[in-house]
């Protein structure tokens, strides 16, 4: 069974995929604010909801780009954390993997690095007077 998240949009979306890359279950939530908080919560959801469990993931895919820049953060960042944890192979792909567009599970690093659409916005410090 395979991992895949998608913090790339509005939306973030986990879904649990079978071997031959088939959707077997998904869940999403509206909104880019909190990724960060919700995307393992997400992930508890969907495998208890599905009966499987962390050490069930054979291999994680992300989607690394384009994207939002803080989004794909999450998404990779949890991803290769993940992958380190579990021992699995992680991939980063633009979509949802599926049997028209299969993609092998990379073995480079063992590490996704996101592609941003866009440099990141950082402002300067207002200065206090």
Do not use: W
């Not at 998608?6 to 979306?13: A, G």
């Not at 919700?38 to 469990?53: A, Q």
């Not at 291999?59 to 820049?69: L, M, T």
Request: with cysteine; charged share 25%; proline share 4%.
């Amino acid at each position: 069974m395979y991992l895949f998240i998608d913090t790339s949009k509005d939306k973030t979306i986990v879904q649990i995929l079978d071997k031959h890359l088939k959707i077997i279950d998904s869940c999403s939530r509206d909104g880019q604010k909190n990724q960060s908080e919700n995307l393992l919560g997400l992930i508890d959801k969907i495998l208890k909801k599905t009966g499987y469990d962390k050490s069930d993931i054979s291999g994680i895919f992300v989607v690394s780009g384009p994207g939002s820049y803080t989004g794909l953060r999450v998404g990779v960042a949890t991803a290769n954390a993940l992958s380190l944890a579990l021992g699995v192979k992680v991939s980063g792909v633009k979509e949802r993997p599926s049997h028209s567009n299969i993609i092998e599970l990379e073995d480079s690093d063992n590490k996704v690095v996101p592609f941003y659409s866009y440099p990141p916005k950082i402002t300067k410090n207002k200065s206090r007077l």
